[in-house]
């Protein structure tokens, strides 16, 4: 997948099925949590977003970080548990957040 937080790499990309609609924010995460040198709170503030439903890849660094940094900043979260991976069974289902 080549390198996963460098922008052009195939492992940075995101799933086809998933691709934003026209207009859509796309949030380029360049470290572990999805708010660390991002946008990500602003752009959820001015839309009056409080709670965020959390998935992804890996549960025990991306999620987790991200879900950390989220809660620091006054949202709730949600954590499906069968909408996250990673590369170890037991991390798969910490439940939510």
Known sequence: MGRILV????GHDI?????PRPGEPIVDKPGKGAFYA???HAILGNRGVETLIVCG?????????TVREANDR???CIVPGDCCAS???SSTRWGCA
Do not use: K, M
């Open 7 to 10: 922008r052009g790499e195939p």
């Open 15 to 19: 799933v086809p099925a998933l691709y």
């Open 38 to 40: 991002t946008d990500l």
């Open 57 to 65: 890849v890996t549960t025990e660094v991306c999620v987790h970080t």
């Open 74 to 76: 006054g949202f709730r």
């Open 87 to 89: 590369y170890f069974r």
